[in-house]
C-alpha cells in the first residue's frame, strides 16, 4: 500500500516552454502532497506543500509564478514548470502524506527527470 | 532551525561488511526520525523510523535507534549485500510540524563483491 505515481518520468522540452508533471496517490488519499527538486548528487530541496482544495505553501526563494501547482483532488497534485529555461533541468520528487496519518511518514513517488534544452 | 547532519560519502564496503552510517540532528522538542534510500534514477523509499527516544526502527537488516542524548540516528546493518547499494538520506520531521522534512545531504553506499 501507500503508493504514489509520478508522469511522466522523463520529460525532455524545448526552453521557453511549460511542463507539467502529475503525481497521484494510488491507493490511499492524500490531503497533503509535497514537491521537491534534487540536483545531482545533492539532497532535496522542499519547493512548496500543496494541500488539497486549496492554494500551496511555498519554501522562500521559490517563484510561484513560476512553478505552479494545483492539488485538485485528494489524490493528484500537478507541479507545472512555466517558462522553461536550462537552469530548471533537474529531478523533481513528490511525496504524499496519508490523510488521518498521525505520524509524519511521508511517500515519494519515483521522480521526474525535467531536461530543458 | 532544524539540521541533518550526515557523514560524506561515498562509503564502500565489501559484500557481508558490517556498515554504519552517522546521522546526527539539531531540532527543539522531540521530532520524528527517519532514513530513506534512493536506488538509482529512482525517488525515496521509506527504509525506516522512529518517533521518540530509545525507539529502534528496523527493516530488511538495516536498523537505527533513536538517541535524544547524542541527537543522534545512525544507520547500521550487520551484513551489506551488492543490492544494498544506494543513497542513504537522513530526516526528521519537527514536533508537531505536520509532515515538513528535513534532510541531510545523503550517504552513497557502494557494496563490492
Known amino acids: 500500500g501507500a503508493v504514489v505515481s509520478q508522469h511522466p518520468s522523463r520529460v525532455i522540452c524545448k526552453s521557453g516552454t511549460s511542463v507539467k508533471i502529475e503525481c497521484r496517490s494510488l491507493?490511499?488519499?492524500?490531503?497533503?502532497m509535497f514537491w521537491y527538486r534534487q540536483f545531482p548528487k545533492q539532497s532535496l530541496m522542499l519547493m512548496a506543500t500543496?494541500?488539497?482544495?486549496?492554494?500551496?505553501?511555498?519554501e522562500q526563494g521559490v517563484e510561484k509564478d513560476k512553478f505552479l501547482i494545483n492539488h485538485a483532488s485528494l489524490t493528484l497534485s500537478t507541479l507545472t514548470v512555466t517558462s522553461a529555461h536550462p537552469e530548471d533541468s533537474s529531478f523533481y520528487i513528490c511525496?504524499?502524506?496519508?490523510?488521518?496519518?498521525?505520524?509524519?511518514?511521508?511517500?515519494f513517488g519515483p521522480g521526474t527527470r525535467l531536461t530543458v534544452l | 532551525g532544524n539540521s541533518v547532519t550526515q557523514m560524506e560519502g561515498p562509503v564502500t564496503l565489501s559484500e557481508e561488511a558490517f556498515l554504519t552510517i552517522n546521522c546526527t540532528y539539531t531540532?527543539?522538542?522531540?521530532?520524528?526520525l527517519f532514513w530513506y534510500v534512493q536506488y538509482p534514477g529512482e525517488g525515496l523509499q521509506l527504509l525506516l523510523k522512529?518517533?521518540?527516544?530509545?525507539d529502534k526502527g528496523s527493516n530488511k537488516g538495516f536498523e537505527a535507534t533513536y538517541r535524544k542524548e547524542t541527537t543522534s540516528f545512525h544507520l547500521e546493518k550487520g551484513s551489506v549485500q551488492v543490492s544494498d547499494s544506494a543513497v542513504y538520506f537522513c530526516?526528521?520531521?519537527?514536533?508537531?510540524?505536520?509532515?515538513?522534512?528535513?534532510f541531510g545531504t545523503g550517504t552513497q553506499l557502494k557494496v563490492e563483491l
Open positions: 511525496s504524499a502524506a496519508l490523510t488521518g496519518e498521525l505520524t509524519d511518514t511521508q511517500y
Open positions: 491507493d490511499f488519499q492524500a490531503t497533503t
Open positions: 500543496s494541500n488539497e482544495g486549496s492554494k500551496a505553501t511555498y
Open positions: 531540532a527543539t522538542g522531540y521530532p520524528s
Open positions: 522512529a518517533t521518540k527516544a530509545d
Open positions: 530526516a526528521l520531521s519537527p514536533t508537531g510540524g505536520g509532515n515538513k522534512l528535513t
